[in-house]
């Protein structure tokens, strides 16, 4: 049971836009802590994706973009495309824990 | 370019222990914290350990303390993970990355090694 949850998968069509939910507690990201994204093509090691909530690395296009309210976090893609199909995580900080926490993870499927 | 690799993985019997390094170049590695992450096979990503830039901090998930240890030797870029008393439940691919800061904080992590696999099978 991940700290952070995650839809198992989502879906969608080349060209749409989907979303992936992060939901996490009053000691994680409702205590203020940042929310991160990784993505993970099949075989390979997360890349950084959002960092701090909403912000991009170098390289990154921004059809990527992420958001945080209260409890959850966000990550939408716009414009989808084949190469988009990986395995998306959420990371944030947890303080009861005192520990980094990841989400459970979503697989993304382009259809 | 940062590049990140690991080492060190392979099969060991429950009980037992390895020694992850992982080399870095292509930064000041003195002037980063380090983490360590690990992924069991087809399950999702666990953050395990992370030290500070100068080594004096480190930092564990509550499934590991006592059993494992990170540490760095900043002369030769390395981190390592030593890690004791194996148990079957420790087997994953383990990833070193680097944090953007000097002292740990449990911010995210901006660049991933490949990873090294860990068995532990009798």
């Known amino acids: 049971q991940s700290v952070l949850t995650q839809p198992p998968s989502v879906s969608g069509a080349p060209g749409q836009r989907v979303t992936i939910s992060c939901t996490g507690s009053?000691?994680?990201?409702?205590?203020?802590?940042?929310v991160h994204w990784y993505q993970q093509l099949p075989g390979t090691a997360p890349k950084l994706l959002i960092y701090?909530?909403?912000n991009r690395p170098s390289g990154v296009p921004d059809r990527f973009s992420g958001s945080k309210s209260g409890t959850s976090a966000s990550l939408a893609i716009t414009g989808l495309q084949a190469e988009d199909e990986a395995d998306y995580y959420c990371q944030s900080y947890d303080s009861r824990l005192s520990a980094a926490v990841f989400g459970g993870g979503t697989q993304l499927t382009v259809l | 370019e940062v590049q990140l690799l690991e080492s060190g993985g392979g099969l060991v019997q429950p009980g037992g222990s390895l020694r992850l390094p992982c080399e870095a170049s292509?930064?000041?590695?003195?002037?980063?914290?380090m983490s360590w992450v690990r992924q069991a096979p087809g399950k999702g990503l666990e953050w395990v350990s992370g030290i500070s830039g100068s080594g004096g901090n480190t930092y564990y998930a509550d499934f590991v303390k006592g059993r494992f240890t990170i540490s760095r030797d900043n002369s030769k870029n390395t981190l390592y993970l030593q890690m004791n008393s194996l148990r079957t439940e420790d087997t994953a691919v383990y990833y070193c990355?680097?944090?953007?800061?000097?002292?740990?904080?449990?911010?995210?992590?901006?660049?991933w090694g490949q990873g090294t696999l860990v068995t532990v099978s009798s």
């Open positions: 990355a680097k944090d953007p800061t000097r002292g740990y904080s449990g911010t995210y992590l901006d660049y």
């Open positions: 701090d909530n909403s």
């Open positions: 009053s000691s994680s990201i409702g205590a203020g802590h940042d």
């Open positions: 292509g930064f000041t590695f003195s002037s980063y914290a």
